[in-house]
């Protein structure tokens, strides 16, 4: 099973993405490509796989992806080779995606794998405050860039099975751990 995370940049997609690890020993991340540096704490492998834009290039040459995309202008990408690998191993896949990435997966995946697709919504408000309190020390113009981004991400939703206000991660975390379960007694 893979279960797709999507909002807009500070949703909060990582940080639930990792509390799901801590606390299901059954599901697993599968970390997207991207031509983008590493965040301070990033890992190569972790969060991302970091790889130059020319690289990147080349590996859509090659079909290497299931889906791409370049946000905020970086190039985001899934590969065939990792997802193909984690779906087999049966554990169940959290996966992190901007809503471009989670409807090209859907189209491409639909028939192969069960999809879970969460749509995690932040007020305007709410999401600026996250991104300034993260340290990524964003200019003026990228942070009004990822703001105007939330009425494009949000524009989406219809695509998502759940769509869920992110505004207490305790009680959100609660809530995906209990689709995931439910959703995974249905697939059985």
Known sequence: MLVILSGVSGAGKDTIKKELIKRMENVISLPSFTSRGPRPGEEEGVQYHFI??????????????????IHHENYYGTSRKLMNEKIQSGKIIVKDIEVNGTENLIKTLKNETKLVTIFLKVDKEELKHRLINRGDNLSE????????????????????????????????????????????????
Do not use: C, P
């Not at 130059?52 to 995309?69: A, L, M, V």
């Open 141 to 188: 113009a990228e942070m009004e860039l990822r703001l105007s981004r939330l009425e494009y991400e949000e524009s989406k939703i219809n695509l998502y099975d759940y769509v869920i206000k992110n505004d207490d991660l305790e009680k959100t975390v609660q809530i995906i751990m209990t689709i995931i379960e439910n959703e995974e007694r249905l697939e059985k």
């Open 52 to 69: 130059t834009k020319d690289e990147f290039k080349e590996r859509i040459k090659k079909g290497e992806f299931y889906e791409y995309d």
